[in-house]
């Protein structure tokens, strides 16, 4: 349900590409981008389908996770947190 609740919140520039969330990287004006001013939509495939989410994480995600825990080399970071711990999080691991 999480990663339908991200993907769902997630917005895209329609003029210069760039890509927002609603609720952990806002525009500082609703529906316009920050960057050029451009409306923002939500994409085609963040349309929270959970059913389609579900699915390609299940199909193409969960094997790769699979492959890497049973490697023994899976690190993982707690992308719900807030985004400067996420980066100092995957930093810390980049530095192992």
């Known amino acids: 349900q999480n990663i339908v609740n ?3 919140g997630r917005r895209a520039c ?3 590409g760039a890509t927002y969330h609603i609720v ?3 525009t500082e004006k609703e529906d316009v981008c920050d960057k050029c001013g451009g409306s923002l939509i939500l ?3 963040d349309n929270g389908n959970s059913t389609e989410t579900l699915g390609v994480y299940h199909e193409q995600t969960q094997p790769l996770i699979d492959y890497y825990t049973k490697a023994e ?3 993982e970071v707690d992308g ?3 985004i400067n711990d996420v980066f100092a999080a995957i930093v810390q ?4």
């Open 73 to 75: 080399i899976l690190k």
């Open 80 to 82: 719900t947190i807030d």
């Open 43 to 45: 994409r085609d495939d």
């Open 6 to 8: 991200r993907m769902s």
């Open 93 to 96: 691991i980049l530095g192992e």
């Open 24 to 26: 952990y990287a806002p």
């Open 14 to 16: 329609v003029d210069c």
